[in-house]
């Protein structure tokens, strides 16, 4: 393992994260926390509980935070991706140790017509999207003067495909694709106030995810044709409200170029190169100084297996790849850290930062 | 704990052919499936002790959370159940290769062999649905990835349809058993999957084949083995598409043996538990050849 340097810091998360997000080098590599469901470990309560509680949500990565030193720079408001599902009538599962998911055995869109029986939800009153942007709150309270807070919403092909389960969305993307966008103009104005009352909050940004634009599930066409005009709406109404718009997608094969092209992102959060790069090594020279990475640990690894060692070497070679970018980079893993990996792991990512991401 | 996975589409028939394997199961053996609904928790499977677990796994997530989810399943099943054998079948929008990188971590420490990947498509809607430049990369991965894929519904499609499919297939995958199925209803061969490229194997179509496979307690020879290579190239057995073979020789090493059409190879093997040898073709004459093997 190469020789570890000191790292004294100039700079405060904030200030690191919006140096890297403009390509203006900071002090050092900035590190993204999306150790989400894990930090209920360290508060020391039940998933079920953590996944429904707003006050233990942010208690947790309060502490987690603590725990860490403060080093980490950007809170995520990650809870799972049933949250706005739930909100709109989805019934879940809340595991005792593991992540809360819609119950596939009991979708709310059973049929075809019922995709055109959404109904609107107010977020700021109702259901675990409350319960988000309150917690989004708490945090920005405590911690937005000197740290990155990104709120998060799903987009809306994930948060129906967690309606009517996944496969069959996608097979009525193809034979029913007018009842699916009929679905999405009707959740979008919820998922947009959602997104905007997290601004509201605090949040400096807002990861929208948008897991079905990558190569791994859908063509650009398809995504392009259903769910991008959506997008494009929701990060419009992010930037209105004076908020910034990260993306999050740990597909395969990710289309930046048609995600830039509709949401303008400052920011994308993933865990492999974009569609039309075969390796980190060309998507750095293709994509780094036009669109800031955050990523790209493998998380099962960085969680699950690798010894600390092995974390921060896999940090370092990110880290070095790139290096070229004018300090538009920010380490994490690809997607969310395992909520049962361990949290040794997680501090190694920030102590590569500090030992191998220092700007010369 | 030797491992299938079951993969494919929404409506191929991948719970039917989960249901199939689960009935002619002959030991203990668990199952994780994408939603406990569509396969049924059959008390009666449960409690004769056939089946010892059935997993759900979230079909709700179909990114990373899945991985940690799996790889957590499986090392429960193994460990508080240690069951024979154990069938996934993940999401339709899951990718087997991705499936097999969450267990390579953990393959070694608890035992797992994954024995094969059963791909299913539909019959009635593969060439439209590949063609059509809407699916992603999964679609794709199932078939590159699958060790026998199973053309299901094939009483929907005409013959001219199933030779277009297969034809298409290759294009995919150039290595793997293709099989015509009506309600995913054929006997599965065992095989030895290994990691890397197999060789060429056409297959024609047809809803029945014969297969042998033979774990031998004592060591295999080697020089045996050849001769009986040559035998069946000339036909002595009736018409062998197809053997592969992973055993312990007598002279003390182990040993690899792939024979495809005629044509075949001997390759040393780093290390072999058991061996295993096994035969695909059709109306061959298995018990000479069972004999010949074992010397008599």
Request: net charge negative.
């Amino acid at each position: 393992m190469a020789a570890l340097k000191e790292f004294k810091p100039e700079m405060t998360g904030l200030e690191r994260a919006l140096a890297a997000l403009t390509y203006k080098k900071p002090d050092r590599v900035p590190v993204a926390s999306l150790v989400c469901g894990a930090s209920r470990r360290v508060l020391g309560v039940t998933y079920d509980k953590w996944s429904r509680d707003a006050e233990l949500i942010a208690q947790s990565m309060l502490q987690t935070h603590q725990i860490m030193n403060n080093e980490f720079d950007i809170f995520v408001m990650l809870v799972d991706l049933s949250v706005e599902a739930e909100t709109f009538g989805q019934s879940v599962i809340y595991p005792i140790e593991s992540t809360a998911y819609s119950d596939p055995n009991n979708p709310i869109i059973k049929t075809v017509d019922d995709y055109r029986r959404i109904q609107p939800v107010n977020p700021r009153e109702t259901g675990r999207m409350k319960m988000v942007i309150d917690a989004t709150r708490m945090i920005a309270k405590e911690k937005a003067k000197e740290y990155g807070v990104c709120g998060f919403v799903y987009c809306p092909l994930g948060v129906i495909g967690a309606m009517r389960g996944h496969e069959r969305m996608f097979v009525d993307c193809i034979k029913h694709k007018d009842a699916v966008i009929e679905a999405c103009e009707l959740m979008t104005p919820s998922l947009i106030e959602y997104a905007v009352a997290q601004v509201e909050a605090g949040a400096q940004a807002i990861v929208m995810d948008t897991l079905y634009a990558s190569a791994s599930i859908m063509s650009p066409k398809m995504w392009e044709a259903i769910e991008a005009p959506f997008a494009k709406r929701i990060a419009d109404a992010i930037k209105a409200a004076g908020g910034a718009v990260v993306l999050h997608n740990c597909g395969g094969g990710i289309y930046f170029d048609v995600q830039e092209k509709y949401t303008a992102p400052i920011a994308i959060s993933h865990a492999y190169p974009a569609a039309d790069c075969k390796t980190w090594e060309e998507h750095v020279a293709k994509w780094g100084k036009k669109i800031v990475s955050i990523g790209a640990l493998d998380p099962a690894n960085t969680g699950m297996f690798w010894s600390e060692e092995r974390v921060m070497e896999e940090a370092r070679k990110f880290i070095e790849m790139y290096k070229s970018c004018d300090g538009g980079f920010i380490l994490s893993t690809g997607c969310e850290f395992p909520p049962n990996g361990s949290l040794i792991n997680a501090m190694a990512i920030i102590k590569a930062a500090k030992a191998y991401g220092q700007y010369e | 704990m030797k491992i299938k996975i079951i993969s494919g589409f929404l409506g191929a028939g991948k719970t039917t052919c989960v249901k199939n394997v689960l009935k002619k199961a002959d030991g203990n053996m668990a199952v994780i499936v994408n939603e406990f609904g569509d396969v049924g928790i059959d008390a009666e499977l449960l409690a004769k002790g056939d089946v010892v677990d059935m997993v759900e796994l979230p079909s709700g997530c179909i990114c990373c959370t899945l991985k940690n989810d799996l790889i957590s399943a499986v090392k429960e099943i193994k460990t508080k159940f240690n069951p024979k054998r154990l069938i996934i079948e993940p999401s339709g929008l899951a990718v087997p290769s991705g499936i097999l990188e969450a267990l390579e971590p953990i393959e070694e420490e608890y035992g797992l062999e994954v024995e094969a990947i059963i791909g299913i498509i539909d019959a009635d809607s593969f060439l439209s649905n590949i063609h059509s430049g809407l699916f992603g990369d999964f679609y794709t991965d199932q078939l590159t990835n699958s060790d026998i894929i199973l053309i299901n519904k094939a009483d929907l499609v005409n013959e001219k349809t199933i030779r277009a499919i297969e034809e298409e297939l290759r294009k995919y995958n150039s290595h793997a058993i293709l099989l015509a199925t009506v309600n995913c209803e054929t006997d599965l061969p065992d095989l030895i999957r290994e990691h890397g490229i197999e060789h060429n194997v056409h297959i024609h179509f047809d809803h029945d084949f014969d297969s042998l496979a033979l774990t031998p307690e004592i060591a295999v020879n080697h020089q045996l083995l050849a001769e009986v290579m040559e035998e069946m190239k000339a036909g002595k057995y009736g018409n062998i598409y197809r053997a592969k073979g992973i055993y312990n020789t007598t002279d003390g090493k182990c040993e690899k043996m792939d024979y495809t059409q005629g044509n075949y190879d001997f390759e040393p093997f780093p290390k072999c538990a058991d061996s295993k040898l096994i035969f695909i073709g059709k109306d061959f004459d298995r018990k000479a050849l069972e004999n010949r093997l074992q010397g008599k």
